[in-house]
């Protein structure tokens, strides 16, 4: 089993940037694949990005290509966000989680979140 806790979040003005991290508890870290969600308020949960366990594949919606960069250290347990150019539709809640199948497979495991919030 896995226990996340994310941090980093904040309010950041249109166009700067904050790192997400996700530290994550337990030996086996390094056997998941982890992903990044978000919800904003009145609306579905998506996915952001998604990190294989060994870093060899990364997935991103389309709508932060290029500008969010998901990367994780298995050395300390913690996958993080960076996110560049932020907009005020990037505001949510942002999860991550961890998924014992492949970075394709269900995410069993979930941090409780933390808030992003972009000012224009």
């Known amino acids: 089993q896995v226990q996340l806790v994310e941090s980093g979040g904040g309010l950041v003005q249109v166009g700067g940037s904050l790192r997400l991290s996700c530290a994550a508890s337990?030996?086996?870290?390094?056997?998941?694949?982890m992903g990044w969600f978000r919800q904003a308020l009145g609306k579905e949960r998506e996915v952001v990005a998604r990190?294989?366990?060994?870093?060899?594949?990364?997935l991103y919606a389309d709508s932060v290509k290029g500008r969010f960069t998901i990367s994780r250290d298995n050395a300390k347990n913690t996958v993080y966000l960076q996110m560049n150019a932020l907009k005020p539709e990037d505001t949510a809640l942002y999860y991550c989680?961890?998924?014992?199948?492949?970075?394709?497979?269900?995410?069993?495991?979930w941090g409780q979140g933390t808030q992003v919030t972009v000012s224009s």
């Open positions: 990190i294989s366990s060994d870093s060899g594949r990364t």
């Open positions: 989680a961890a998924a014992s199948g492949g970075i394709w497979s269900r995410y069993d495991y």
């Open positions: 337990g030996r086996t870290f390094s056997t998941y694949a």
